[in-house]
């Protein structure tokens, strides 16, 4: 059974063991103060020219959302979504356990549209009873999003345009990222994230790391005491320099594009595979992603050599499911998948 | 310089090591659902003689601490523990923000005294103005404890028969289980733990794993929905496979029991010389750590060549340093320390 | 300026005043331990045909939501709702305060559906990543919704059903029962509530009292140490006798429903009078509150005199306005508002 | 029996509800925007010489406690209280509630000492692990303690030094300050406490008012949005005029003052009874509460005709009692305590 319902389904990029391996029994001081994780803050503010930038490592996204998310709250405020996105639907409430409710807005393929959010501040700041309602505090996306598309850079500047007009943080979850910047037809890359974020993670778990999460913010005053909120919510880790050293190989000699654009290509042909089928995708997605539309027979043959990831079900019977490639994927099983595509 | 300030300076034995690159290509299901953590499962409830517990992994201790808790308690409860535990002093207000009030009782070495425990309770639920104080609702302690002290078997019993008596769950914190269990004069086993408390862990990070820690539930129906609250508190590792294969490996082959034998016997060595000198130690430890009171000048000698974690200073100038010992620690190391105390 | 935009614009019924007048000097112990909150317990009861229930008394509505939703949640659990919901929109996140998401459902005039219900459940419990979201933990509902509609007692026979069937509690938020109690046609009295409800209020905010909501759970087991619950959520009025003395006497001789019938029916004649201008009503509505949609002509000549609350803008251009009857509100008021809708 | 047990045995003075009765079918916006609660502000403001003061009402102690603290601090920092604090002791936990740890600190005769302040945040700020604990994030006193002891003007403002020194708002719970204020020989009044505590409250509950604590922030840019958080904590009262016309009254013609002279004056007889008896007193007292040592045969005789509080027992049998005036206490009471204390 070859596995493709997901970016994490193995261990690390061999790199990445290796120094973990060479470094091993080498001692240093615990909880990300080691020299790993300076080296590693270093090579990813430089990636992304953003030379003051503040750089935390945290273990998994879920804890990086809600770390960063309560950090950035009032009490009284939430953070708006897209209704589709991860915060909102997948982690458990974790964002409520910090106290802040999630204002989710419509959203197309996944994305948040820059009118609907002045609309939610607009309406909200010109209601007299607003007090009553909770206020508008920041702004989270993902990108790629949960449907595995990405916006364009000009979607980017016109969210945070309109973040700027109502002074909400803009907070961009980039748990794929490494994906989203490999796309065909990418026009936003790191700088971008870090002109047009407040505050962004780089995502290791998905791109070839054991683990971990890098929460960016280009200004390093953004968040003062960050590292006693990561403490707070259990995410500090004692042998930090763990990621420091995953991130410090993937930002070297440039690995973390050479996953992103391995799993992207491999994607493409799967995409190509489906095209020539006539196989509808359920959103326009270019990253790593792929939502396609199979009859119950398709997927009944699909799933006796695939394992793909159930979306939801249509009116008509058919069902999407999420096909995801990864660092990981080898090009043998996509080989091997594209044939059965052909075969349907 | 030699670091012994604590016992989480290195990354993980080297078995351990060797397992994740031997499996790292694997395929597996995410979150703590593959074959590894279910093997990992089954030898944590073999050696706690408790074949039904239920048993998870959580990546650190602070997080594994704060989920317990919270998943334990009603809102208005406290954790009662000493007021030299953990998670009083030193998880920047994690049980907090949950929502829940510590409720500290003095402390004698770090550990709690049953009858301190009685007479809270007892005060509490007599008081008839009970409804304005947080109600004690569980108690934490920890094996060994923040002072490297051990609990015998004897004291353990005495604390759960009041825990009965007022139907408190007793939690065990063990993050340096695996140095107690192998201390000089131990009385206290995994099945020890598995009989008197309600809930505990079992230190990797510490004793040999680059992180991990198991959360072991006796009775598997004590916490329903345990996972829920795991991914609620941002502690559900996607490659939950990494925590199953380091307990596997720690359990298999009695590693676990070896790590902390080999730190205890190192720790015995460093005692011996401690005593050979007059240097007095704070508290009456017999695992890893030792808690030595120098002279400033003796000091000032020592940390020439080792690292040490400061404890307190006394009224009379002298200071007491932490000195711990690990899985880690090389037999080498341990000699220079005690060469350089006979200088002393 | 005559106003009609809410229930709570006037003090409380005399009766409430003389009655807290006369008993002005007395002593009584504090915290609802008096012997007024008894009798208003055993009059609530005996109303109620429940005469095990456990009645608490809170100053206000939102403090009472949050407060039992607290009380009955595990933390990973969410109330279910209808996305009109009070609770989800007009509480300022009160109840994410206390860590808990809220699961909107679509409403039908204010109204949650029970297939909507059933829905959820199944679709949360059959799903293998439900860890990975907040499980529905309880049903809030209002009757009268924020709508002004009110259930049928087999509308809610169904919902209970569902409840019963998940083992979910059902909360039913009566800030405004007296209302729904009397209005045209209602077949749900209190012992269905007692009957229907695991935990539900009566609200006398808007009833007639100066302040304050009875918390009533028919099976007084239901959540042991509530009061403490009250105490951290700041809502353990000190002289608690003031409520009970309010509920004493909106439950002797009948003042509760009295109060209720007098704004129902000075509300059936508003409707009377809109019906026959053709102005229609964006709910179907029979008790206290009416949801008139005017055009912007019709608005500003009724608002030369009139203090409705806006409710919303429709596309073309007319405007929905709520109007309230009350306890308080004189036959002569009516009357010039019914006088001033024939002139439109 | 006569009750001096506590200082909210009765209702409110007369006046008060003279007035709620003058007003009670005038119809008013809701939720503290009505023109009584606009008078109230200003008159609070000139008495206490603060003109720009943002002010606003809620209905008790521990819910105006709770959202103060909520409001003020972000969520990694504390509340440094006395171990004695009411927010520590008897509050249920709801400023943890909110997520915070208090921090308690040795305190005299209920009071909070400079010194421990000074040190607690010299040693946290110092501290390179503090990142591990609970950052001071404000503080917390209570004016009159609850030991009912007084600060004076100079121990205020060496207090308010070290907020300085280390930024923290200093908050002043005055939920008996209308006895301090009062008392024989008190140096510190309104202008006093507006000058020194960046946000403080005058209680009504205990002084004359039905409920009711002003909460007073003389900056009134200090908290922001504070009235999203009045409402999110469940504390933002319907018929908000309850309260403006509670205060009003009370800061008209000086009846707070007159209220608390009342009950200081009464108290002075207490004492001096006491002293002629050669009854000791547990702390220095000299506004509404007298804590006297009694011994079990003392209390017994007491106790057939008064009411006092438990405060606590002495290692030698004796036990310390609690006895309250208010502002509702009669001299005739107070006579018949004196006979007795005299008979004793």
Same mark, same amino acid.
């Given at each position: ?12 990029? @061999? ?120 206020? @508008?505090?920041?702004?989270?996306l993902?990108? @790629? ?18 973040c ?14 490494g ?11 790191? @700088? ?20 971990g999460?890098a ?14 909120m ?12 763990l ?5 410090e ?10 996953l ?19 196989i ?9 992603q ?17 394992l ?10 058919r ?26």
């Amino acid at each position: 059974m070859i596995r493709m319902e997901c970016d994490y389904s193995e261990g690390a990029h @061999p790199w990445i063991l290796q120094r973990l391996l060479d470094t091993n029994l080498e001692q240093s001081p615990g909880y990300g103060t080691d020299g790993y994780c300076d080296r590693a803050r270093e090579l990813i503010r430089s990636a992304c020219h953003a030379p003051q930038a503040a750089v935390e490592f945290l273990v998994g996204g879920t804890q990086a959302n809600a770390t960063v998310i309560a950090a950035s709250l009032r009490p009284y405020q939430g953070a708006v979504c897209a209704d589709t996105g991860h915060i909102h639907v997948h982690e458990t409430g974790a964002v409520e356990a910090a106290g802040h409710k999630i204002l989710p807005l419509p959203s197309l393929d996944g994305k948040l549209l820059p009118q609907d959010l002045e609309q939610l501040c607009a309406a909200h700041f010109a209601d007299p009873s607003r007090e009553h309602m909770v206020q @508008p505090g920041m702004v989270y996306l993902s990108h @790629p999003t949960e449907c595995g598309t990405l916006y364009t850079r000009q979607e980017l500047e016109e969210i945070r345009k309109v973040c700027d007009r109502w002074s909400l943080p803009l907070f961009i979850d980039g748990a794929r990222c490494g994906y989203g910047l490999a796309a065909e037809g990418a026009d936003v890359d790191l @700088p971008d994230l870090a002109r047009l974020a407040h505050v962004f993670t780089i995502g290791g778990t998905k791109v070839g790391a054991l683990f971990g999460e890098a929460v960016v913010m280009p200004d390093p005053g953004l968040l003062p005491d960050f590292r006693y909120m990561i403490k707070r919510h259990g995410g500090m880790l004692a042998k930090g320099r763990l990621l420091g050293i995953q991130f410090e190989t993937l930002f070297e000699d440039d690995l973390y594009r050479q996953l992103g654009r391995h799993a992207v290509e491999l994607a493409g042909q799967i995409r190509a595979a489906l095209q020539r089928q006539g196989i509808p995708q359920r959103f326009p997605t270019t990253a790593n992603q792929i939502f396609a539309v199979f009859t119950p027979e398709q997927r009944a043959r699909l799933e006796e050599s695939f394992l793909f990831s159930f979306w939801e079900g249509l009116p008509d019977g058919r069902v999407v499911l999420r096909i995801c490639t990864s660092w990981a994927t080898s090009a043998g099983d996509v080989d091997a998948l594209c044939a059965a595509l052909a075969e349907l």
